[in-house]
């Protein structure tokens, strides 16, 4: 009998086991006939308002947004968040707008309490976003070393936005992104257009400002973001500092940007970074890099990259490497940049300068760089004697028995 009493117990345990896990409640944000009910559990009962719904949602939920303009009266920020959820459009970024006004951020993102962060924002367009401090379009922080997780932002539009006051550290028209120089916490940027962003700020970053983040941004492009300063200041695409080792941007596109150093893209600080299978064209910076300013204690990798109809008034049209590590630079080709002025070293191409450990040039080609000034063109080291291998260089001195040639290259 002692056994028999068992037998409901085990078969209790044993149907628990057998439940299906739990599944969590999707949200939902609509503006058409939908009636809220404050829970927003279907389409017909959706809030009509997206930060209702975040605020209702529990981590780990997914808030589902239906097409339309969504605004934010009598706030700074038109939508807060603080949880590990997924936001994502339904039909993607050309019809789902989050719209500062021009007088609003559109998106601040706050996870510095969290640990084993699982956040989305996917398929929105982020425009009009306007603030006097960090990230017009997009604020992400993420700045506690407790943080871990991973923080997405995919297939997103993000234009028209604003950073306003002139100050150190401010900036990041389209996005400011600040961590704290962990690996646990992984930024991801995917298939983003940031397009026409603006700042004042010091330091720059008119499209993205990666402030000491592990980011992987892959696949994006960066167009006609410009610096309202361009004295000094830098990064009108991308302006990366004290990047954590690790950090990877590829098969990305730099085009139109406007800055003074590194119009493409700038990296400072202690960064250490990749720049893989990259186009940067058509940039324009007034002092160092047209396509790409490097100033960094650590060294950074541009591998696969081609860099070309760049333009800069002082050196190194196509990139800059300005003391700090130096570049290693592969498999790329830096053709047909421009430098305009008259003075400075005359580098159009290629400018390594006042290098702290050696720099390197491999399986590369320097060609058809322009410079108004005269001299090398192509390459030019002021304090810095890389090492060149494999590489096509048509104007300067190549080291020999290298597999170097001076010759035109034949493009295709």
Request: charged residues 15%.
């Amino acid at each position: 009998m002692k056994h028999i009493r068992t037998l409901p117990v085990i078969l209790a345990v044993s149907a628990c086991l057998l439940l299906p896990a739990a599944v969590m409640a999707q949200r939902y944000v609509a503006q058409g006939t939908n009636v809220p009910d404050g829970q927003y559990l279907t389409w017909a009962t959706a809030a009509t308002n997206i930060h209702d719904a975040v605020d209702v949602a529990v981590p780990g939920e997914t808030v589902w947004v239906g097409p339309g303009t969504y605004r934010r009266d009598g706030v700074t920020t038109v939508l807060s968040v603080s949880k590990s959820i997924h936001l994502r459009s339904v039909d993607g970024p050309e019809t789902t707008i989050i719209d500062g006004q021009g007088v609003r951020r559109g998106v601040y993102i706050d996870v510095r309490s969290l640990v084993d962060v699982d956040l989305l924002i996917e398929g929105f367009t982020i425009a009009n976003g306007y603030t006097s401090d960090y990230g017009g379009g997009i604020y992400f922080l993420h700045s506690a070393s407790t943080v871990t997780g991973t923080g997405v932002v995919e297939n997103c539009i993000i234009t028209n936005c604003e950073v306003t006051v002139s100050d150190r550290d401010r900036g990041g028209g389209g996005a400011y992104i600040r961590g704290s120089s962990t690996t646990d916490f992984l930024f991801v940027m995917r298939d983003c257009t940031v397009v026409g962003n603006r700042t004042a700020g010091r330091n720059g970053g008119a499209g993205v400002y990666l402030r000491e983040n592990l980011s992987l941004v892959e696949d994006c492009r960066f167009l006609n973001n410009e610096l309202l300063i361009t004295s000094t200041y830098s990064g009108g695409g991308i302006y990366a500092v004290n990047a954590v080792a690790g950090t990877i941007i590829r098969n990305s596109l730099f085009a139109g940007n406007v800055s003074g150093n590194g119009a493409g893209l700038a990296v400072l600080g202690s960064s250490s970074l990749t720049i893989d299978s990259c186009v940067i064209r058509d940039n324009i910076g007034t002092r160092y890099g047209g396509g790409l300013y490097i100033s960094s204690s650590m060294p950074v990798v541009v591998r696969n990259c081609l860099v070309y109809n760049n333009q800069a008034s002082n050196r190194g049209s196509g990139i800059a490497s300005y003391g700090g590590a130096g570049v290693i630079l592969e498999n790329s080709t830096v053709t047909s940049n421009r430098n305009t002025s008259v003075g400075g070293y005359g580098s159009a191409g290629v400018l390594i300068e006042n290098s702290t450990t050696t720099a390197y040039i491999r399986n590369s080609i320097l060609d058809n760089n322009y410079t108004a000034a005269g001299g090398h063109a192509n390459l030019t080291t002021p304090g810095s004697t890389p090492i060149i291998t494999n590489s096509c260089i048509t104007t300067g001195a190549l080291p020999p028995d290298s597999g170097n040639i001076s010759d035109p290259p034949e493009f295709i």
